[in-house]
């Protein structure tokens, strides 16, 4: 076989490859992301249970599909770097409430998010951290700008 028939035989394997990812990801899309790891994080004596999101697939399927959420868990985004996150609510059935985070844990502002919808909500300036609960945990909790939230994230210093 001629360097060129491998060649050609390694880029058909290739292909092959590339779309039964392709597959995969958009299967992976349809369902809910139930197996992330976890890092449990407090605000003040309120404990949370979250997944975490730190990969550009996880971060974008997020809590799509998910028809309910225990009020102490939610989703922790976690960004390489610092900038201004944008959520949207895109095949969320949930209504949520973004907090996006300070790499020390202080919340910089809050968004409440409506379901199925494509409203851009975004960070008040560049944070590496968001936060994802069920609408009116945070409030039931009086936390607001400002508060801070404890954990592993934020105790690690960048």
Not at 5 to 15: D, I, T
Not at 68 to 95: A, D, R, Y
Request: hydrophobic share 45%; glycine share 6%; net charge positive.
């Amino acid at each position: 076989m001629s360097a060129l028939s491998l060649f050609s035989r390694f880029l058909q394997h290739l292909a092959l490859l590339a779309l039964l990812a392709s597959v995969a990801h958009v299967h992976a899309q349809d369902a809910p992301q139930m197996d992330l790891p976890r890092v449990e994080l407090a605000a003040g004596m309120h404990r949370i249970d979250a997944q975490v999101a730190q990969t550009p697939v996880q971060r974008q399927i997020g809590l799509m599909h998910r028809k309910s959420m225990p009020p102490q868990e939610g989703m922790l985004f976690i960004f390489e770097q610092p900038g201004v996150q944008c959520f949207w609510m895109k095949n969320t059935l949930l209504p949520l409430t973004a907090a996006f985070v300070a790499d020390d844990g202080s919340i910089v502002n809050l968004a409440d998010m409506q379901p199925q919808s494509e409203t851009s909500h975004c960070s008040k300036k560049a944070v590496r951290y968001v936060l994802e609960m069920n609408q009116g945990w945070f409030s039931q909790k009086h936390l607001k700008a400002g508060s801070k939230l404890s954990g592993a994230p934020f105790s690690v210093r960048r």
